[in-house]
């Protein structure tokens, strides 16, 4: 039964977000009890009560990029798609031109690489944040990127990162929801 649940959940995410999830179903065969617990740290990695939404989003895609080149990236580009990113600004983070860009997006990016490349001005852009959102919203930019980071680990682990995927922004995607 719960077999029946697990492989269920990864075809429905696989088919929301048009990416392949074998790794899970991997994880799931090797490890039942790791595939549940891996499951229940999306509450962690999604925590939000301060910062905005986009923000986070943006945080979530600079940790995304600088850890993964496939569908952990994808399956982050789609959310922002979904929840109203336009196509222009998600490929302008993926190219690193920040300029233009809405003050939510830019530093919400900002402070996600400067998380992941341990930046001489994470300090700097951690006070940024402080001052726009509050503690709160620093620990809400901190669990975005903290749980980005965590399924590129994994597949490098178990050898399902051996190949980059190009990564499609396209406005007219449709989604059933967000993962």
């Known amino acids: 039964m719960l077999k029946s649940l697990a492989l269920w959940l990864v075809a429905r995410t696989e088919r929301d977000f048009r990416v392949s999830l074998d790794y899970l179903r991997d994880l799931y065969r090797i490890s039942p009890r790791a595939f549940w617990k891996m499951g229940r740290a999306r509450a962690f990695g999604m925590h939000r ?40 600004d998600i490929k302008a983070m993926m190219a690193g031109r920040l300029d233009g860009l809405a003050a939510p997006l830019s530093l919400g990016f ?3 690489n ?9 300090e700097t852009i951690r006070h940024e944040v402080l001052a726009a959102w509050g503690e709160k919203g620093m620990v809400d930019l ?5 749980f980005a980071r965590t ?9 399902h990162a051996v190949t980059c995927d190009l990564v499609k922004v396209e406005a007219d995607m449709p989604l059933a929801r967000a993962a």
């Open 49 to 88: 009560e301060r910062a905005p939404e986009k923000a986070v989003l943006a945080a979530h895609l600079a940790a995304a990029l600088h850890d993964d080149c496939g569908s952990c990236v994808q399956i982050v580009v789609n959310m922002a798609l979904k929840h109203g990113i336009s196509p222009a």
């Open 110 to 112: 900002r402070f996600g």
């Open 114 to 122: 400067a998380i992941v490349t341990n930046s001489a001005a994470l």
């Open 142 to 146: 901190a669990c975005a990127v903290a």
């Open 151 to 159: 399924y590129p680990a994994m597949k490098r682990a178990m050898g």
